[in-house]
């Protein structure tokens, strides 16, 4: 079964830039679609970009422009390079399978201060 393993968050002041990395375990993680998602304290857990096995993307209203998702199928990682961040995009961010979820593990902070 495939495992995904969330890392590169940080502590970052508005404006600055994040990337984070995806890494999977697992033989078919080339042929799944994966999105990053992201939880904010006492909020609902929300997609925020999502890429194609093919690597075509999409993103939420709310980071377009701003994210661009991508991935390496050789390393087995999807990546979300995260610029001109704000305040309201402080998170923990997930990875996971698009279409068919897999548990979701521990995520990683994205803290963006002012």
């Known amino acids: 079964q495939v495992q995904l393993v969330e890392s590169g968050g940080g502590l970052v002041q508005a404006g600055g830039s994040l990337r984070l990395s995806c890494a999977a375990s697992?033989?078919?993680?080339?042929?799944?679609?994966i999105g990053w998602y992201r939880q904010a304290p006492g909020k609902q857990r929300e997609l925020v970009a999502s890429?194609?096995?093919?690597?075509?993307?999409n993103y939420a209203d709310s980071v377009k422009g701003r994210f661009t998702i991508s991935r390496d199928n050789a390393k087995n990682t999807v990546y979300l390079q995260m610029n001109s961040l704000k305040p309201e995009d402080t998170a923990i961010y997930y990875c996971?399978?698009?279409?068919?979820?897999?548990?979701w593990g521990q995520g990683t902070q994205v803290t963006v201060f002012s």
């Open positions: 996971n399978n698009y279409y068919i979820k897999l548990s």
């Open positions: 697992g033989s078919t993680f080339g042929i799944n679609a």
């Open positions: 890429i194609s096995s093919a690597g075509r993307p």
